[in-house]
């Protein structure tokens, strides 16, 4: 029996396109799924910008037909800026990132350490950061802002795809999503094709 999503090869995408709902509360990390009457994957929690949230998500474990909940919880302090961050949004942004791998959020969006390449170009595939800086309401013409959760309603046209995650321009707000069949679900695109810039 085929599993109720469309898997394309990696230039296409993959959309969980099955029927259902999240259940709740959160299930069991390890506990047992299945794909005739719940979502591939569901959000729950995080706060009003839609960060912070735990991940559900059903599948085979270990390649065997066992299917199971994958829970992610969010990262302990999440919702706190480190001592690192700057004070305001915007502040530093196109600059080099003021400490690795930051990320930091703010009222009016989020900034990040997002990949640079040093002067001469990349090399033996290294790369440097540099900061910026992505408003919460920096997304496509009709997709909701705060951003929904996975497996919530969706009242937008069928069919709606809201990037979130805008690999070319980030920092990540979220996971890319679909609005098929009235829910929220994920979306996961086969690749985008960047130009890097120049470190600062």
Not at 181 to 196: D, H, L, N, P, T
């Amino acid at each position: 029996m085929p599993l109720p999503w469309v898997a394309c090869a990696s230039s296409g995408s993959r959309v969980a396109s099955l029927e259902g709902s999240c259940p709740s509360p959160v299930p069991p990390d390890g506990g047992a799924c299945n794909l005739s009457g719940e979502l591939l994957a569901c959000e729950y929690g995080g706060n009003a910008n839609g960060a912070c949230t735990t991940f559900a998500e059903c599948l085979a474990v270990e390649a065997s037909a066992h299917l199971s909940w994958i829970v992610t919880p969010a990262a302990e302090g999440c919702e706190q800026n480190s001592a690192a961050c700057p004070v305001m949004y915007g502040s530093g942004e196109g600059a080099r990132c003021p400490a690795n791998n930051l990320s930091c959020d703010y009222a009016e969006g989020r900034c990040a350490c997002l990949a640079c390449a040093p002067d001469g170009g990349v090399q033996n595939g290294y790369t440097g950061d540099y900061w910026h800086c992505r408003a919460w309401k920096d997304v496509a013409a009709g997709c909701p802002t705060p951003r929904p959760l996975l497996g919530s309603v969706c009242t937008a046209p069928e069919g709606t795809l809201c990037d979130y995650t805008q690999c070319c321009g980030g920092p990540s707000l979220g996971p890319s999503m679909l609005c098929a069949g009235g829910v929220w679900r994920v979306y996961v695109s086969g690749g985008c094709a960047c130009s890097i810039r120049l470190c600062p």
